[in-house]
């Protein structure tokens, strides 16, 4: 996409939102020994949900109703790819093979949504803008392996040898999430960014009833009453308006520069989880944290 002044609107859009995600997760993690990661994704959608409706009430967003069908239905199939499908496979293949594992070939679908906006948007192929998104994924990468490197709780996963259904699904993910991606660039064009996100958060709350009655049913653990509560309000700040802004940045900055961006969480998570967990930061940390900024300018300075 052109630098033009909505270009750099949405990488300020994209880099609040996911700024916001990020301080949810390190809230989410405090909250992991009393409530489920399905609970955590079912709740923090359900929680957005009253949100958009209000503002689209509220008259700030345009009404769905006004969408054309094909636009309803690449919104819907951009979160059912992405945060409900996608986002279950992953935690799927985090139990099988760990996170350590898990998360560096999900987070590597920034490099894919852009092979696929070139491919099949007619984004141009810009060398620096590629590099930087490699560069930006690959010390995204090694920042959170080293943020995970000790956990508090480690996870039998993680001991776990590797295996090919795991590892498949951790693939796939990054499909679902690039491809997702790229169905929203579409979808979000011609509309209301506000309007498309309750359709979005809509069919992503109504996709989780059926996930989350089944897991309980099969006897997945209860949510204490105190951290639904915590999520709740966390997911109101990094779901509801964090939902927002990540889709304000994909319709004003693309889906290659939005995805860079978004995977870049972990680097605001950083300074939070050392002022809220009093975790320590090592020099690689230091070092993946200028990385992974100089990744992120080259692919917004490379248009």
Same mark, same amino acid.
């Given at each position: 996409?052109?630098?033009?002044?909505?270009?750099?609107?949405?990488?300020?859009?994209?880099?609040?939102?996911?700024?916001?995600?990020?301080?949810?997760?390190?809230?989410?993690?405090?909250?992991?020994?009393?409530?489920?990661?399905?609970?955590?994704?079912?709740?923090?959608?359900?929680?957005?949900?009253?949100?958009?409706?209000?503002?689209?009430?509220?008259?700030?967003?345009?009404?769905?109703?006004?969408?054309?069908?094909?636009?309803?239905?690449?919104?819907?199939?951009?979160?059912?790819?992405?945060?409900?499908?996608?986002?279950?496979?992953?935690?799927?293949?985090?139990?099988?093979?760990?996170?350590?594992?898990?998360?560096?070939?999900?987070?590597?679908?920034?490099?894919?949504?852009?092979?696929?906006?070139?491919?099949?948007? +007619?984004?141009? #192929?810009? @060398?620096?803008?590629?590099?930087? $998104?490699?560069? %930006? !994924?690959?010390? =995204? &990468?090694?920042? *959170?392996?080293?943020?995970?490197?000790?956990?508090?709780?480690?996870?039998?996963?993680?001991?776990?040898?590797?295996?090919?259904?795991?590892?498949?699904?951790?693939?796939?993910?990054?499909?679902?999430?690039?491809?997702?991606?790229?169905?929203?660039?579409?979808?979000?064009?011609?509309?209301?960014?506000?309007?498309?996100?309750?359709?979005?958060?809509?069919?992503?709350?109504?996709?989780?009833?059926?996930?989350?009655?089944?897991?309980?049913?099969?006897?997945?653990?209860?949510?204490?009453?105190?951290?639904?509560?915590?999520?709740?309000?966390?997911?109101?700040?990094?779901?509801?308006? +964090?939902?927002? #802004?990540? @889709?304000?940045?994909?319709?004003? $900055?693309?889906? %290659? !520069?939005?995805? =860079? &961006?978004?995977? *870049?969480?972990?680097?605001?998570?950083?300074?939070?989880?050392?002022?809220?967990?009093?975790?320590?930061?090592?020099?690689?940390?230091?070092?993946?944290?200028?990385?992974?900024?100089?990744?992120?300018?080259?692919?917004?300075?490379?248009?």
């Amino acid at each position: 996409m052109q630098a033009t002044p909505e270009f750099y609107l949405g990488v300020l859009s994209g880099v609040f939102g996911s700024a916001l995600y990020a301080i949810s997760v390190v809230v989410y993690r405090g909250q992991r020994e009393s409530i489920r990661p399905l609970d955590i994704s079912s709740v923090k959608m359900w929680t957005a949900l009253p949100l958009m409706v209000l503002l689209v009430l509220a008259g700030v967003g345009q009404s769905p109703e006004l969408f054309p069908v094909e636009t309803v239905l690449l919104l819907s199939l951009s979160i059912l790819l992405g945060a409900v499908i996608g986002d279950t496979l992953y935690l799927v293949s985090q139990e099988r093979i760990g996170v350590s594992y898990a998360f560096p070939v999900a987070m590597s679908f920034p490099i894919l949504t852009y092979f696929l906006t070139v491919a099949f948007l +007619g984004e141009p #192929l810009i @060398v620096l803008r590629l590099v930087g $998104a490699c560069v %930006a !994924v690959l010390w =995204v &990468i090694i920042l *959170s392996r080293e943020q995970n490197s000790h956990p508090a709780d480690p996870s039998p996963a993680s001991k776990r040898r590797l295996d090919v259904l795991g590892l498949s699904l951790a693939i796939l993910t990054a499909v679902l999430y690039a491809v997702g991606t790229t169905i929203l660039q579409v979808g979000v064009k011609d509309v209301d960014p506000i309007g498309a996100n309750l359709v979005r958060v809509g069919v992503g709350s109504a996709a989780f009833v059926p996930l989350s009655f089944a897991a309980h049913w099969r006897g997945m653990m209860s949510p204490s009453k105190h951290a639904v509560l915590i999520v709740a309000i966390s997911g109101f700040f990094g779901m509801g308006i +964090g939902s927002i #802004l990540y @889709v304000y940045a994909v319709k004003f $900055a693309g889906a %290659a !520069v939005s995805s =860079v &961006i978004a995977s *870049s969480a972990p680097l605001f998570a950083l300074p939070v989880s050392v002022l809220a967990l009093k975790e320590q930061v090592s020099r690689i940390a230091a070092l993946g944290v200028v990385a992974t900024v100089a990744g992120v300018l080259m692919v917004v300075l490379g248009g």
